[in-house]
């Protein structure tokens, strides 16, 4: 029996709460994985810590009104760093925002679960752009897991595909499209739109932020490939290092001359290892209409790993949403359990 403990419970934290709810039974039956969820802090939401456990359904309703601190007979007003250290859990869930400059306030969460002896499984690409090395190491030295699927194209499963499906294979290059908003820009360009007007329907759907630089100035982007450099390839890479361009450069005419050479503008991210050094970069690149990248439309993800053993293996995914990334969080917690 796992205990769990939620260190946020947006959007992420309250779709895996809604999976683990739903399939509670299949979960034990099929993979023998039995949960409790010992503690829930959020900052506006509230907090409550029951070491017997708390119930799901109550959570989710008092979430929907900031009111998880009057979870009846939980000990409520433990902030994110008390629940992790004094709460009886041994998984830490942390799905607070992503902050790519500091890293935090999730870098303290991290280091304080690693540093108590509990796993770390998480969403957020902060950290875990910033800080992989010294993580990875205090999470072997304390011999807990540090498992992140859900900071790179969220439930899809690129990170478990190279470090179990693909194990054995030398992975040479990893390039696709790690930014959603960005490709739907693009795809709604390819259909007549300006820039502003794509990025603002974008906007109107939710997929870009009333300030979108960090999708369209491929900051998000370089955040995975710096994941994915760390973590498939054991580059020592920083984000500084990243050749990074967005796509706000991108006209009607740049469309229209890629369409004529029969390619198509995709942001790309890109990590090759050469010798023994690794490249990465994030920029806007006309793609071969035969490159499977170039069928991606709209919010959709995809990557494609260059192996010797394989040759090109390419997925297609979410890269975001509530049930797709609360489910990254299910197969790392399930990867733990595989594991113990
Ligand atoms: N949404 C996606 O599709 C997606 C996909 C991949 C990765 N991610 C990553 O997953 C993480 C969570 O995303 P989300 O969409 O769930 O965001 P969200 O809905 O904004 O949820 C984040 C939650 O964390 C809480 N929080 C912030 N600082 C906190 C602190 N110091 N202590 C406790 N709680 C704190 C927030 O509290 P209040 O709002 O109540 O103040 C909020 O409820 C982010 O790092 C994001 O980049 C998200």
Sequence with gaps: MYRLAFIGFGVVGQGLAEILLEKKNVLKDCYGFEYLVVAVSDFNKGSAYSPDGLDLSTLLELAKQNKISEYPGARTGLDALN??????????????????????????????????GKHLVTTNKGPTTLFFRELSDLAAKKDVRFLF????????????????????????????????TTNFILTNMEKGKSYEEALKEAQELGYAEAKPDA?????????????????????????????????????????????????????????????GSVRASVRPEKVELTDPLASVGGATNALTFVTDLMGEVTIVGAGAGKKETGFSLLSDLLSIHRMS
């Excluded at 009886?88 to 607070?96: G, M, P, R, S």
């Excluded at 900071?151 to 790690?178: F, Q, Y």
């Excluded at 796509?247 to 005419?253: D, R, S």
């Design 83 to 116: 629940t992790i250290k004094e709460t009886n859990a041994d998984i830490v869930l942390e799905a607070t925002y992503t902050d790519i400059e500091t890293g935090e306030p999730a870098y303290s969460h991290f280091k304080a679960a690693l540093e108590s």
């Design 215 to 275: 999708d369209v100035e491929g900051w998000d982007a370089l955040a995975k490939v710096v994941i994915l450099a760390k973590s498939v390839m054991g580059a020592d890479i920083g984000v500084g290092d990243v050749d990074r361009s967005g796509i706000t450069g991108i006209k009607l005419q740049d469309i229209e001359q890629a369409k004529k050479e029969g390619k198509r503008w995709k942001l790309i991210g890109k990590v090759t290892k050469e010798g």
């Design 149 to 180: 699927e859900g900071t790179v194209l969220s439930g899809t499963p690129a990170l478990n595909l190279c470090h179990l499906c693909l194990a054995g294979n030398d992975v040479t290059e990893i390039r696709g499209i790690l930014n959603g």
